[in-house]
T-cell receptor, first 113, second 114 residues
Framework: EADIYQTPRYLVIGTGKKITLECSQT?????MYWYQQDPGMELHLIHY???????EKGDLSSESTVSRIRTEHFPLTLESARPSHTSQYLC????????????FGEGSRLTVL | KNQVEQSPQSLIILEGKNCTLQ??????????LRWYKQDTGRGPVSLTI?????NTKSNGRYTATLDADTKQSSLHITASQLSDSASYIC?????????????FGRGTQLTVWP
């Protein structure tokens, strides 16, 4: 069992609202990631972090922002949600060892009306 | 262009039967190949990770093979169970960057019927 947690699991909000998706891991991993996944499609990297105060944008352009103030915490924020942001958001972490196996959270399903 | 292609897109089998899922990739350079299982509405869970020098790796009823020359991998599921119903995702990592970039396939949706 991976010790990485995401909240909320499901969220339905109206357009223009600000939302924060929480992600925490208790494994002491330096690397953390946010992926976006739509049905039947591959995961797309939107943000990643290699440690505290380190954040980078991923391959897929996203209007969301992230922060990494503590090793265990990597929240994702949307300042003004739109229907195009409706998707599944997956948080993951990995350690520095060899293959860098990814451990995923359960995901946050966001629906913007 | 670095890509990961999986086939079939979906598969239905009867409980107790075996099946094989395919993954072809064009990622270069190559570091490792991973298979993940993703239950509906859940996050992916790692099944196997294989490096260049590994031809086969097993995890219970799951056996993955890798042919780095032809850039193909397969995931064989033996004596399928209802709980095997899920999406199986092939992921390839490249080499030569600190990021160790990951390339994801779209997954094979497996349904096991009783």
């Amino acid at each position: 069992e991976a010790d990485i947690y995401q909240t909320p699991r499901y969220l339905v909000i109206g357009t223009g609202k600000k939302i924060t998706l929480e992600c925490s891991q208790t494994m002491g991993h330096d690397k953390m990631y946010w992926y976006q996944q739509d049905p039947g499609m591959e995961l797309h990297l939107i943000h990643y972090s290699y440690g505290v105060n380190s954040t980078e944008k991923g391959d897929l352009s996203s209007e969301s922002t992230v922060s990494r103030i503590r090793t265990e915490h990597f929240p994702l924020t949307l300042e003004s949600a739109r229907p195009s942001h409706t998707s599944q958001y997956l948080c993951a972490s990995s350690d520095r060892s060899g293959t860098g196996e990814l451990f995923f959270g359960e995901g946050s399903r966001l629906t913007v009306l | 262009k670095n890509q990961v292609e999986q086939s079939p897109q979906s598969l239905i089998i009867l409980e107790g039967k075996n099946c094989t899922l395919q993954c072809n990739y064009t990622v270069s350079p190559f570091s490792n190949l991973r298979w993940y299982k993703q239950d509906t509405g859940r996050g992916p869970v790692s099944l196997t990770i294989m490096t260049f020098s590994e031809n086969t790796k097993s995890n219970g009823r799951y056996t993955a093979t890798l042919d780095a020359d032809t850039k193909q991998s397969s995931l064989h599921i033996t004596a399928s169970q209802l709980s095997d119903s899920a999406s199986y995702i092939c992921v390839v990592s490249d080499r030569g960057s600190t990021l160790g970039r990951l390339y994801f396939g779209r997954g094979t949706q497996l349904t096991v019927w009783p």
